[in-house]
């Protein structure tokens, strides 16, 4: 992260009260808060369960549903206009580049989306949280309700500029793109917090492992997650030992208590831990004519692919050349082996002590100096350093 970044960053966290929990009603906290100034929104809002009568398993044993008054409202009318109070607010506060994720179940996550809508959000993505422990159903009159939907949106359409750590992500999945269905199981054991009686502290704890990847995917390091249904601060957990700020709301002293005791506990990761790995496209265009001109390779030295079957001699313009055949390192590349395409940077190899590297080393030396200037590229700015500075491989 630059410098310049950085110091934005603490002027505009001045100004918020970051790493705090607000309390009371959120509508009222919202208001409070700066416009366009929170990077992430993950709204937990209450779903609106209408629950009819008590729930029972087959042994009669009553099921601990969500029955508590912050999730009751008088009529859908009643919740749409709760649901556009605080929607509105976010997209106020939400800053251009930030996005809202809201999460819900079938019983009010179609109504959360049309407010949504109607309030001008964009929605880019929903996600289906697949519970692999769900409730079973014990009427059998239903199919096992066994997932939640996440809406996750920009404030405008056609919003550019949007955090989306793709790279993270698809590292996080071992290599393969991350889809929208995300198995992930409900919180139990350890990580649900009880209280003194040993019932669960809070009726709808959500995994941490679902906040994980909703601000890994969609915040950098530093930036600004609020919740406005902070519950027992899940998110602010997360926030905090991914390195970024979190402001929680809530309106209930016992949850808020739970969630400064648990907040507390949370040891932030190192930053280089958490650092984004950057998308391919954000990477600087490297040309392998500059390895040449930076003087990393000297015209004529050979590269030798990875089982030294060809040999090819480098030139100065920053074409190789094979048997007659000349053209750049991917075509060369592509050309000795018979493909229609070969990715030259890694296929070509330069000898350094009797061993053989690939030449994407000296692509990625250069990037890393580009990014970071080091001193010999300070001076080299004031004319004094000399091209051998740079550690050099000739023939
Ligand atoms: C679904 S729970 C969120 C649980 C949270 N995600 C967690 O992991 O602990 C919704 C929370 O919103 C709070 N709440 C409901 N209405 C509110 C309001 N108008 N303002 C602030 N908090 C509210 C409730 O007290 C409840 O803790």
Known sequence: MSQAVKAA???QAQRLPINTILSGDCVAALRTLPDRSVDLIFADPPYNLQLQGELTRPDQSRVAGVDDAWDKFSSFAEYDRFSHAWLAECRRVLKPTGTLWVIG????IFRVGATMQDLGFWILNDIVWRKSNPMPNFRGRRFTNAHETLIWASPEANATGYTF????LKTLNEGLQMRSDWLIPLCTGGERLKGEDGAKAHPTQKPEALLHRVILAASKPGDVVLDPFFGTGTTGAVAKRLGRHYIGIERDPGYIKAARERLRQVVPAASEDV???????????????????????DPGTKLYDPAKRHAARVRADGSISVDGATGSIHQIGAHVQGLPACNGWTFWHFMVDGKLKPIDLLRQQIRAELESPPAEAVLAKSGKARRGDLSHHGR
């Open 9 to 11: 960053q603490a002027a």
């Open 105 to 108: 179940s079938y019983h009010n």
């Open 165 to 168: 750590n793709y790279e993270a």
């Open 275 to 297: 650092e984004i790995k950057k998308m391919k496209r954000e990477e600087v265009r490297i040309p392998f004519g500059q390895v040449v001109e930076r003087g990393l390779l």
